[in-house]
């Protein structure tokens, strides 16, 4: 019932392996075990049904052997209650789809679940939903994620790739404590020694160099406030990248044109660098001192 995670800046092979794993790339060297008896599933960030025009309820019935009851159970867990079950399946958001999707495939009881950047566009409520789910699922978990929060509550180990390698971590933590150097501390200048007072001389000459304090306070204030600059900024195009998301997502079906799923996904990845410079910059903000 492990849960191991994938990790990594774009490009660096996460969903590459994934791929190597369910067997869409032969083209590799070396070899893979898995057990002939291990029954797979498979999640990406984009799911298809096969029917569109189903139900909710009459979708997880055809792929699973539960009574009326026990479904309208089951979807009430994924977030779909009373009325919501008869929705049809054309109409649903991409987060839906996918709490529907995640929802009929543990039906299947796999062994090992494969999931690509699963909770790419879901808002916070569908997030926690999957969250819960995959923390009570018995099996196996590979996934590929961008998504800190979502790592931190479901993982139990991590993979983490960088400088073309790829080490195994007991955390996201961990991880980043491997992957971002320690900078060395810079050395501290002598602390100036000041003479006291001579009457016969005069008063001591205060020089530059006896208050380098006040250039760095300068320095570090117009540091501050450009970060908050770009903190505004960022917020900005998150909340526009995420209003244009859900007015796709509200748009997805099967008659879509591929050009907006890609559209999608490039959003997706904006979102995402979006948000890991708006954590960086508000922890930076966080430790400076006072």
Do not use: W
Not at 172 to 180: G, H, S, V, W
Not at 263 to 280: F, G, V
Request: charged share 35%; with cysteine.
């Amino acid at each position: 019932n492990e849960k191991l995670f994938l990790i990594g800046p774009n490009g660096c092979g996460k969903t590459t392996l994934l791929n190597i794993l369910l067997g869409k790339i032969s083209d590799f060297s070396g070899d893979i075990l898995i057990s002939g008896s291990a029954k797979c599933g498979f999640m990406g960030q984009f799911v298809a049904f096969d029917d569109e025009d189903r139900s909710i309820i009459d979708e997880l019935l055809a792929v699973s052997d539960l009574s009326e009851k026990q479904a309208r159970s089951l979807l009430a867990r994924f977030g779909f209650r009373d009325i919501d079950v008869f929705k049809r399946i054309s109409v649903l958001s991409g987060g839906e789809r996918s709490r529907l999707f995640l929802c009929c495939l543990l039906t299947e009881k796999p062994d090992i679940l494969f999931l690509d950047e699963p909770t790419n566009h879901l808002d916070i409520d569908p997030r926690e939903i999957l969250e819960d789910a995959l923390r009570d699922y018995n099996g196996a978990i590979v996934a590929v994620s961008h998504d800190r929060y979502f790592i931190d509550k479901c993982s139990t180990r991590v993979l983490c790739f960088f400088d073309r390698s790829a080490t195994v971590f007991s955390s996201y933590a961990e991880c980043l404590k491997k992957e971002i150097p320690t900078p060395e501390p810079k050395p501290r200048k002598e602390a100036v020694q000041r003479k006291p007072f001579d009457k016969g001389k005069g008063p001591p000459v205060i020089t530059t160099a006896d208050r380098p304090r006040g250039k760095n306070r300068m320095k570090e204030r117009r540091e501050e406030a450009l970060r908050k600059e770009r903190i505004r900024t960022l917020e900005s195009e998150i909340d526009l990248l995420e209003k244009e998301q859900l007015r796709l997502e509200s748009s997805f079906s099967h008659k879509t044109a591929a050009e907006d799923y890609f559209t999608y996904a490039e959003n997706a990845e904006r979102i995402r660098d979006a948000y890991d410079e708006y954590l960086k910059l508000t922890e930076e903000i966080e430790k400076a001192p006072d």
